[in-house]
């Protein structure tokens, strides 16, 4: 290599001696002088005269000097090229950080040819581009670019030809198809030289290795070997790097599984262990509650089953607690359209769906089918959905409860069968059906020789069909034989149970929005063969109700028996006729100053026309009875014969009939006497 002090050139007139130079050569070898000394010595020597003793032999020595330099500049530049890659081996078995590596291998190539710019391309085969991985002294360049497509430009001559290529003037070089960007990208940069070589892995180019200089250059063999030792230093990186990548994306992926499928394995077996406990319970019988509790511990929710008129037969609350949502849940709610709309939809995917989500809760529905009917629907309530596993779980679950609400409902089926099957049998027997009919009766409720009575009940909105099976849903009457005939409801109790009967009709009837109808309640019948003479009887007095306009409510048999008789054939019109002429200005004045006159009246008629007896009954002051009474007589005159007695006594009752129980007039003890 080339010294700061090496010897000059001597001039002319100080020409040294053949001899001298001789002696000198030595000395420069020894030294390590560059090439460019020896060609001073070789001027020096040729500046001799021709007949200079030794002239010829200097020149021939100063010759091989050059030559020998030059081997010695070619075995240090191969001994540091060699340096450089054991450099680049040690440093690919000790650094794992492949991007560190690259860029240590991309900065060695530059020094190691002394060039001004160096990067490594790699291939992207899904984009069908070379991308820039590492780059060392550029500009221009930077890691992850794109530099070009694999067709143009040196990166597609060499993937073409897989051997290295070079250039000492990029810009002018017509052996490859330019690429215009890249082709900017080198004229800002300043790049002229160019060598490039591939990076090959089984004959596969997965990338390549470049150097640029700014100014024009050739490149040695020597220099392009050392470059591509490099590049194959650089491919099996990348491909150590890329399998270390695959084997740890294989493990984590095989880590993911196992956990993955562990995890699948405990679901299957909560599964499996949530659908034996339901089976197990089903097998035993459990009800509709005990099913709706375990449910809800096992999905940690609350539970709710609907039936086909989505009203609330079945319920299940975790014991944690979820929310307010399934307790505050009522038939025709809020909800009560996006449960419509998820029956629907879980009806036709044969799965469980949302229905709604309200303060953090989610609903999830799951339909109940038997066979081509909807048996109505299971709902949970979670303050978070279900994951897959626990949704096939719920409808599992579901799937019980259909079991058991299809086992129901055909118990149910056979049990209304056999309901109205015995009620037309009483009402209308066979001479052959009467020894099977106490047995019968006492297995649905009916026990022989206890007085029973009968009701019947002449429903117009709804029907008296569909009054029968809201009933039915309800369970409203247990120990009650009903049914629908004839187009009304005929129900037969126990005598000791017609208060409750009662009630409950009374309350059930008043649930019904804008329900009209009307009942007529039977005298106690001693045994079964009362019962066909006693409905009868109460359906000829049902036609009498409706003309006399009674509405919402029961009328016993022994009340109806006169107005049966005097009534029967008579329409709605002559009764209006008939309480217009008898207590039509009563009416009129209790309208207009809302007073009591016939309620008072009514009363004194029933207690035998004791003034003192009706006041106690009423709750007010005895003079304030006689007081009404006073004013009755000045409005339609006096009642002592008992023929005006009878008709008056007999237009009050169908007036107290005709007029709606809600809408009487009652007066309680506190309240002011009006006169």
């Not at 007029?659 to 003890?669: G, K, L, M, S, V």
Request: charged letters at 25%.
């Amino acid at each position: 290599m080339a010294r700061n002090d090496q010897p000059t050139l001597n001039p002319p007139e100080n020409l040294p001696t053949a001899e001298q130079l001789s002696a000198e050569l030595i000395d420069l070898l020894h030294q390590g002088v560059g090439m460019d000394v020896l060609t001073q010595r070789l001027a020096q020597a040729q500046q001799l005269p021709e007949d200079s003793a030794g002239k010829a032999l200097l020149l021939e020595r100063v010759r091989r000097a050059m030559a020998l330099c030059s081997r010695l500049a070619s075995v240090q530049q191969r001994e540091s090229g060699m340096l450089a890659v054991i450099d680049s081996a040690r440093d690919l078995s000790a650094r794992l950080d492949l991007q560190e590596l690259l860029r240590a291998l991309v900065a060695r190539a530059r020094n190691m040819l002394g060039s001004h710019v160096s990067w490594l391309s790699t291939y992207d085969t899904q984009q069908d581009v070379f991308g820039i991985l590492a780059v060392d002294g550029s500009h221009r360049l930077s890691a992850g670019q794109t530099v070009s497509g694999c067709d143009t430009g040196i990166v597609g001559l060499v993937k073409r030809t897989r051997r290295p290529f070079t250039t000492h003037d990029y810009q002018r070089d017509t052996r490859f198809v330019h690429d215009s960007s890249l082709d900017t990208t080198f004229r800002e940069e300043g790049v002229n030289a160019i060598v490039g070589v591939p990076l090959l892995w089984e004959d596969e180019v997965i990338g390549l290795l470049f150097v640029g200089d700014r100014h024009h250059r050739s490149h040695t063999v020597q220099e392009i070997s050392l470059l591509s030792t490099l590049a194959t230093h650089a491919a099996v990186a990348i491909k150590n790097a890329r399998a270390f990548e695959d084997a740890r994306t294989a493990l984590h992926s095989a880590q993911a599984a196992q956990e993955a499928l562990a995890q699948h394995a405990r679901r299957v077996q909560v599964a499996a262990e949530a659908h034996e406990r339901m089976t197990s319970l089903l097998a035993r019988g459990a009800t509709l509650s005990t099913i709706c509790e375990a449910m809800a511990q096992m999905l940690e929710g609350d539970v709710l089953v609907l039936d086909e008129a989505s009203q609330t037969i079945g319920r299940g609350v975790h014991d944690k607690g979820v929310g307010p949502s399934a307790e505050r849940h009522v038939s025709y709610g809020a909800h009560s359209a996006d449960i419509a709309a998820a029956q629907r939809r879980s009806r036709q995917v044969g799965r469980s769906v949302v229905a709604y989500e309200v303060d953090g809760e989610t609903c999830r529905l799951n339909a109940v089918i038997g066979g081509d009917d909807v048996l109505g629907a299971v709902l949970l309530f979670r303050k978070r959905d279900l994951a897959e596993a626990e949704v096939r779980t719920f409808e599992r679950c579901a799937s019980v409860v259909g079991v058991l609400l299809l086992s129901r409902e055909r118990m149910e089926a056979s049990r209304i069968r056999e309901q109205a099957a015995l009620l037309r049998s009483l009402l209308a027997p066979r001479r052959e059906e009467q020894p099977l009919l106490s047995e019968r009766a006492e297995r649905l409720g009916l026990p022989p020789g206890h007085p029973l009575s009968l009701v019947v009940i002449e429903a117009e909105d709804p029907d008296s069909s569909y009054m029968a099976r809201r009933l039915r849903a309800a369970n409203l009457l247990p120990g009650v034989i009903f049914d629908e005939l004839d187009g009304a409801l005929v129900l037969i109790c126990p005598t000791r149970h017609l208060d409750e009967v009662r009630g409950s009709m009374t309350g059930f009837m008043a649930q019904q929005h804008d329900a009209c109808w009307r009942g007529v309640i039977s005298r106690p019948a001693e045994g079964f063969s009362d019962l066909p003479r006693l409905h009868a009887a109460l359906r000829r007095a049902l036609p009498v109700l409706a003309r006399i306009g009674a509405r919402n409510q029961f009328v016993a048999q022994n009340e109806m028996a006169l107005y049966a008789t005097l009534f029967e054939t008579h329409d709605q019109a002559s009764l209006a006729e008939f309480l217009e002429a008898a207590i039509g200005q009563l009416i009129r004045y209790d309208e207009k100053r809302g007073t009591q006159l016939l309620p008072t009246l009514l009363t004194y008629f029933d207690t035998n026309q004791s003034a003192t007896v009706t006041a106690k009954r009423l709750g007010i002051h005895v003079n304030t009875a006689r007081q009404r009474l006073t004013t009755v007589e000045e409005l339609i005159g006096s009642w002592t014969q008992a023929t005006r007695a009878l008709e008056l006594h007999m237009a009050l009752r169908l007036w107290q009939l005709r007029t709606d129980p809600e809408r009487r007039i009652a007066r309680t003890p506190e309240q002011p006497a009006a006169r």
